[in-house]
């Protein structure tokens, strides 16, 4: 911003690009601490409000409602969990080297304490809150991960006769095999995993889908 355009917006009381960042980046941080501790239905705007020292008004400036907050929040926490840009996914392997890579960048998401912790919450309150639901599904994670296995079977199995549909419906039950008893043992179903427990798991996932899409037939 040039030095008179932000004098002017200094004086007229507007805030700056970083600061407005920062504001958001504190509402979202008490968002989502008032969510994981108490719940979605008992967070209120007074108490997130006083939580991230501003007033009603400023939250409504910066969002609709409790639920596209919500949203956010989900956002942010799926950024945080994320693997840096640059870790290397595909780059420089063979396919079962890269699924069991992608598998165990999954489970480390996943069975992060926010990963678990807004696990649980969705778990509990989305028959009050479906609009819970709606804002992890609307959260682009999920659907980049299932692009990029299904480009994988289309770039590595040409022979495996699998259409579109087909590779995008391996992906996700990919991810649903990866995910879902580690993520149950974590949350209390049983022991939680040891990272080698983890380490075999994975293999084994990606043994049994690989084998499943080698054998496909229509």
């Given at each position: 911003?040039?030095?008179?355009?932000?004098?002017?917006?200094?004086?007229?009381?507007?805030?700056?690009?970083?600061?407005?960042?920062?504001?958001?980046?504190?509402?979202?941080?008490?968002?989502?601490?008032?969510?994981?501790?108490e719940g979605y239905g008992?967070?209120?705007i007074e108490a997130l409000a006083a939580r991230a020292g501003i007033s009603k008004r400023t939250f409504y400036d910066r969002f609709n409602d409790k639920a596209m907050l919500f949203a956010a929040v989900v956002h942010r926490i799926i950024e945080h969990i994320r693997p840096p840009a640059g870790v290397p996914i595909i780059a420089g392997a063979s396919l079962p080297e890269i699924l069991i890579r992608l598998a165990g960048l999954i489970l480390s998401a996943a069975l992060s304490p926010p990963a678990l912790a807004l696990h649980r919450l969705v778990n509990a309150e989305a028959?009050?809150?479906?609009?819970l639901v709606k804002a992890v599904n609307s959260d682009g994670a999920t659907r980049e991960a299932i692009a990029l296995i299904?480009?994988?079977?289309?770039?590595?199995?040409?022979?495996?006769?699998?259409?579109?549909?087909?590779?995008?419906?391996?992906a996700?039950?990919?991810?649903?095999?990866?995910i879902s008893?580690?993520?149950?043992?974590?949350?209390?179903?049983?022991?939680?995993?040891?990272?080698?427990?983890?380490?075999?798991?994975?293999?084994?996932?990606v043994r049994l889908f690989l084998n499943g899409c080698r054998g496909f037939k229509e």
């Open positions: 911003m040039p030095r008179k355009a932000a004098a002017i917006a200094r004086r007229s009381g507007r805030p700056s690009r970083a600061d407005a960042l920062l504001l958001r980046e504190r509402i979202l941080g008490a968002a989502t601490e008032l969510f994981l501790a008992s967070t209120s028959v009050r809150f479906p609009e299904a480009d994988l079977l289309e770039r590595e199995l040409p022979n495996a006769r699998l259409s579109s549909a087909d590779r995008r419906f391996a996700e039950q990919f991810l649903f095999l990866v008893l580690p993520q149950r043992r974590a949350m209390g179903f049983g022991t939680p995993m040891t990272p080698a427990e983890l380490d075999v798991w994975g293999k084994q996932v």
